[in-house]
């Protein structure tokens, strides 16, 4: 138990550290606050050049509330409980496996080191969004894992910060059932990782821009602001219980299971959930929520 104990409180200071060289270093290019900040600034210049819906502001509804959730949620979260939690359970997951006589090495499928780097990084791509899309799917359909979801279903006005605008335990939920996945598949280094983390955050933020853009063809590979704002309406169609396009990064996977949703121009749809009326409307708030509140059904 010590050795959890130490584990834990030392990536509280090791991701200090690492976060106070993330503000000073500007040298490196895979800088994840600077990185995050970059791709944030063009997506909103992209916004406010391109608007969709042109009586939206430019500081739209809840603009500041999702501006903090997108550093809170991406920095200081690691910070509180993430990061400490991430290791300590990996390395109860290795002990657990050299009870057995298994080391990670053991039950990998293979080291992504051994193949050409571009293969590598498109088969950690395709495996953690396929993962990431099912998990979103539960976070749908089962009724205290929606209570934790509705924080970010209580956007009213879309716009690149809403991506980031989760409740604190999404995040663990979404790594739990990574973490496994992705272990069996070993060799990625930060700079590999980095890569994968701009291109999901971009199309993140263009998912919920206030853009009207659906990529062309490439909508049915890709997510898009023209699909994902049916995935935030209010009212679903009658034949779906759970709801929608359930994609993170990727549209194909809604499209080969049938979950893709766009029957007609989205632009000026009520968004939010059924009884969003009473739900809360500041930070704080909207962090107790799912302690609180009593379990829900996702949707009638």
Same mark, same amino acid.
């Given at each position: 138990?010590?050795?959890?104990?130490?584990?834990?409180?030392?990536?509280?200071?090791?991701?200090?550290?690492?976060?106070?060289?993330?503000?000073?270093?500007?040298?490196?290019?895979?800088?994840?606050?600077?990185?995050?900040?970059?791709?944030?600034?063009? !997506?909103? !210049?992209?916004?406010?050049?391109?608007?969709?819906?042109?009586?939206?502001?430019?500081?739209?509804?809840?603009?500041?509330?999702?501006?903090?959730?997108?550093?809170?949620?991406?920095?200081?979260?690691?910070?509180?409980?993430?990061?400490?939690?991430?290791?300590?359970?990996?390395?109860?997951?290795?002990? !657990?496996?050299?009870?057995?006589?298994?080391?990670?090495?053991?039950?990998?499928?293979?080291?992504?080191?051994?193949?050409?780097?571009?293969?590598?990084?498109?088969?950690?791509?395709?495996?953690?969004?396929?993962?990431?899309?099912?998990?979103?799917?539960?976070?749908?359909? !089962?009724?205290?894992?929606?209570?934790?979801?509705?924080?970010?279903?209580?956007?009213?006005?879309?716009?690149?910060?809403?991506?980031?605008?989760?409740?604190?335990?999404?995040?663990?939920?979404?790594?739990?059932?990574?973490?496994?996945?992705?272990?069996?598949?070993?060799?990625?280094?930060?700079?590999?990782?980095?890569?994968?983390?701009?291109?999901?955050?971009?199309?993140?933020?263009?998912?919920?821009?206030?853009?009207?853009?659906?990529?062309?063809?490439?909508?049915?590979?890709?997510?898009?602001?023209?699909?994902?704002?049916?995935?935030?309406?209010?009212?679903?169609?009658?034949?779906?219980?759970?709801?929608?396009?359930?994609?993170?990064?990727?549209?194909?996977?809604?499209?080969?299971?049938?979950?893709?949703?766009?029957?007609?121009?989205?632009?000026?749809?009520?968004?939010?959930?059924?009884?969003?009326?009473?739900?809360?409307?500041?930070?704080?708030?909207?962090?107790?929520?799912?302690?609180?509140?009593?379990?829900?059904?996702?949707?009638?």
């Amino acid at each position: 138990m010590d050795k959890y104990i130490d584990i834990f409180k030392k990536s509280y200071s090791d991701y200090w550290n690492y976060l106070k060289y993330e503000l000073i270093d500007l040298n490196h290019w895979d800088n994840f606050f600077y990185g995050l900040i970059i791709i944030s600034l063009l !997506v909103w !210049v992209l916004e406010i050049a391109f608007p969709w819906r042109k009586n939206q502001s430019i500081f739209r509804k809840d603009f500041w509330l999702d501006t903090f959730y997108m550093f809170f949620n991406f920095f200081l979260l690691n910070l509180i409980v993430l990061i400490a939690l991430s290791n300590t359970a990996s390395e109860l997951f290795n002990d !657990v496996l050299s009870v057995v006589g298994l080391s990670l090495s053991d039950i990998q499928l293979f080291d992504v080191d051994d193949l050409p780097q571009w293969l590598g990084l498109l088969i950690f791509f395709l495996i953690s969004d396929f993962v990431q899309w099912n998990t979103h799917r539960l976070l749908h359909r !089962v009724p205290w894992l929606w209570n934790f979801h509705k924080v970010h279903h209580s956007v009213k006005e879309m716009g690149f910060a809403a991506h980031l605008r989760y409740h604190w335990m999404e995040p663990v939920v979404y790594k739990s059932l990574l973490y496994i996945p992705i272990a069996l598949i070993g060799g990625f280094d930060a700079q590999d990782v980095a890569i994968v983390y701009f291109f999901t955050i971009a199309i993140g933020h263009l998912n919920h821009a206030n853009l009207g853009w659906d990529y062309g063809v490439l909508k049915y590979i890709f997510n898009n602001p023209k699909m994902h704002i049916w995935h935030h309406a209010k009212a679903l169609p009658k034949h779906v219980r759970y709801g929608v396009n359930y994609g993170l990064t990727l549209s194909l996977w809604d499209y080969l299971f049938k979950t893709a949703h766009v029957p007609h121009d989205g632009r000026d749809i009520e968004l939010g959930f059924e009884g969003d009326e009473t739900f809360p409307k500041d930070f704080l708030r909207q962090e107790a929520y799912p302690a609180f509140s009593r379990r829900q059904k996702p949707h009638k």
